[in-house]
């Protein structure tokens, strides 16, 4: 039977093959985040703003959040996520995965508010199709970016367990320290 503390541990290889997933979604959602505009220089809304780009913006926060959501499940069944620092990891999971899925729906209004703005004449509509947009684009690129915040508290804390590991691992190699003197025969002299 293993030790309480080597129960608690999460194998190096496992470890490392999920904070390096996570490193790619992490990038994923920073990069949609910050790259995906609305607004042009000036910080205007274009006056025919892109139905398909906008709807690709929601099209790509899908496919991350599946990801994002098919990677949870997957931790969610090991054995790992029932240790201490597993069920820290889980929960940075969960969270990542609530906020890239709250993000999708947010860029999909984004495009169809652009698609009603190309067909709306009353200026008093095209400005509440106008606010709703930049409001639903900003609101989008906030899930993506606290999704990439906890994916990257996931990927620390597994890099902390990985360090506590190699600490452990140290321990073990040093070297044991000197035996004590056997005891002499015949006991103690007084």
Not at 122 to 150: C, F, I, K, W
Request: cysteine-free.
């Amino acid at each position: 039977m293993k030790p309480d503390f080597e129960r608690q541990l999460i194998p190096r290889d496992d470890a490392l093959h999920l904070i390096g997933a996570l490193n790619v979604m992490k990038d994923k959602a920073h990069n949609a985040a910050h790259q995906w505009k609305l607004l042009d220089e000036d910080g205007h809304v274009p006056a025919s703003p892109s139905y398909t780009a906008l709807l690709q913006h929601a099209t790509d926060a899908q496919d991350l959040s599946r990801d994002i959501l098919r990677l949870t499940a997957e931790f969610a069944r090991s054995p790992h996520h029932t240790t201490r620092d597993g069920g820290t990891v889980l929960k940075h999971l969960a969270l990542a995965a609530t906020m890239s899925s709250y993000a999708a729906p947010y860029f999909a209004e984004t495009a169809e508010h652009a698609l009603a703005l190309l067909l709306a004449t009353n200026p008093a509509d095209r400005q509440y199709l106008t606010n709703n947009m930049v409001h639903d684009h900003a609101t989008g690129r906030a899930y993506l970016r606290r999704t990439s915040e906890s994916l990257r508290d996931a990927g620390k804390d597994l890099e902390e367990h990985l360090g506590f590991q190699r600490f452990l691992a140290q321990l073990t190699r040093q070297e044991t320290p000197p035996a004590l003197p056997a005891s002499r025969p015949g006991g103690r002299s007084r």
